[in-house]
């Protein structure tokens, strides 16, 4: 080894097979319920242009000012890696003309994305999601599709203590009296308020209450609530998502200090928070973004959206212990005794590969008998065989059961596969 190590960057991090296991059994649940609710899988781009994400989660964001891994490819055009999903999903439904299709449209996604921020337990600067998305609906029961769905994929994994917050934003008309309101509130603070949410008192007052700083956080408490601005349109669907709620016996709570970190949402917004794994509860979160697809040079399209943080989930299910399917090992090693047998062995072994769902494996490394018992017992094979040339003549071989020792005969003619299938299943 050189005496430079290259380590993974801050804020990354290798999923190893030890580890890998889990994702792979929480991505294979994810598209168990996605099915179940018709949601069609999505792939976008790691990298976007950047007026993208200035367009729709907007300007004054955190995510855009702070956050955003943004750089000028060769042809000088700034390109930023992927903070978050709604956007690169919203702009394929514009470039490919998916409005055209039956509505409503309905995505689900899984990916990583961006955000240059501190690393801290249950938040990386690389970070995987899972996110969804109904498009073409503007009437509650889309709201309570995508929160049942979210629902539906947290109890299938039997996670306790989950508390639905939700909230409601208003539309443009609501927000325009709200703002006002809002502004004032902070203007008549203004000395205690941060550096950057003193710039934002002009420009997106609502933004000071998304704000992390601890003396603004404290300010926001006493903010004025968007509830007492709702216009009678925007009352109404939020009334109706509680309706549903409550007829559902899905419990939840108001928060009105819910806002959400990008520009793009309206009406209602939710999150699903646990408190036991600290400041960073918030393991869902999600609402409506009617106007994005509009805004972003396509028809009108009202839409809604969630994204679960795979990290943050990870956290909780740890904590409570929740039980993950285990991967599966080698079924069968075959050994061998000498050179002059390795090419029935490896005939052998690819056969099981290709005629049976078995795990198996043989020597590659050239060990002795001894130290290929000693391999197959580290990697926790189920049966060794072992195979010389006097199996070979007498045409069987024996199989040990590496649990409870016990041995069995099998065939190393045409009755192979169904010995070894006898034994493993």
């Known amino acids: 080894m050189g005496s430079s190590i290259i380590k993974a960057q801050r804020g990354t991090k290798d999923i190893l097979p030890s580890e890998s296991f889990k994702w792979s059994f929480l991505e294979n649940l994810i598209e168990k319920i996605s099915l179940r609710f018709n949601f069609k899988k999505i792939r976008t781009p790691i990298f976007e242009?950047?007026?993208?994400?200035?367009?729709?989660?907007?300007?004054?964001?955190?995510v855009v000012q702070k956050e955003m891994y943004t750089f000028f490819d060769k042809a000088k055009r700034s390109i930023s890696l992927r903070p978050e999903g709604t956007a690169s999903v919203a702009r394929s439904v514009i470039e490919h003309s998916l409005f055209k299709n039956a509505l409503p449209l309905k995505f689900f996604y899984v990916g990583t994305f961006y955000r240059y921020e501190k690393p801290q337990s249950g938040r990386f600067r690389e970070f995987y999601q899972f996110g969804a998305e109904i498009f073409g609906s503007s009437l509650p029961e889309a709201d309570i599709e995508l929160i049942l769905f979210a629902k539906s994929f947290?109890?299938?994994?039997?996670?306790?203590n989950l508390l639905l917050k939700i909230n409601s934003m208003g539309c443009s008309f609501c927000r325009e009296s709200y703002n006002s309101a809002v502004y004032k509130y902070f203007n008549s603070k203004k000395s205690k308020i941060c550096s950057v949410c003193l710039a934002r008192l002009k420009k997106n007052p609502l933004r000071i209450l998304d704000c992390k700083d601890e003396e603004c956080r404290n300010l926001s408490e006493n903010a004025p609530s968007i509830l007492n601005f709702l216009c009678k349109s925007c009352c109404c669907h939020f009334e109706s998502v509680k309706f549903y709620l409550d007829v559902l016996k899905i419990k939840y709570k108001i928060d009105s200090k819910i806002?959400?970190?990008?520009?793009?949402?309206?009406?209602?917004?939710?999150?699903?928070?646990?408190?036991?794994?600290?400041?960073?509860?918030?393991?869902?979160?999600g609402g409506r973004y009617d106007d994005l697809v509009e805004k972003l040079g396509g028809p009108f399209l009202p839409a809604i959206g969630f994204a679960i943080g795979i990290e943050r989930l990870f956290l909780i299910m740890e904590k409570q212990k929740v039980e993950f399917k285990n991967f599966k090992t080698c079924d069968i090693y075959i050994a061998n005794t000498s050179n002059e047998v390795k090419s029935t062995v490896v005939d052998l072994s690819?056969?099981?590969?290709?005629?049976?769902?078995?795990?198996?494996?043989?020597?590659?490394?050239?060990?002795?008998?001894?130290?290929?018992?000693?391999?197959?017992?580290?990697?926790?094979?189920?049966?060794?065989?072992?195979?010389?040339?006097?199996?070979?003549?007498?045409?069987?071989?024996?199989?040990?059961?590496?649990?409870?020792?016990?041995?069995?005969?099998?065939?190393l003619k045409d009755a192979f596969l169904q010995d070894v299938l006898k034994i493993v299943k």
């Open 259 to 285: 806002v959400r970190g990008l520009d793009y949402y309206n009406r209602t917004v939710f999150e699903f928070v646990n408190d036991e794994i600290g400041n960073q509860s918030a393991v869902c979160g």
């Open 154 to 160: 947290f109890d299938e994994l039997k996670i306790r």
């Open 49 to 62: 242009s950047t007026s993208l994400f200035d367009r729709s989660v907007g300007n004054q964001t955190d």
């Open 350 to 411: 690819f056969i099981l590969k290709n005629k049976t769902k078995l795990i198996c494996e043989y020597d590659i490394l050239g060990r002795n008998l001894k130290s290929q018992i000693k391999y197959a017992d580290k990697i926790k094979a189920k049966f060794v065989l072992v195979i010389g040339s006097k199996e070979i003549t007498q045409g069987f071989a024996i199989a040990k059961d590496m649990n409870n020792k016990k041995t069995f005969n099998v065939s």
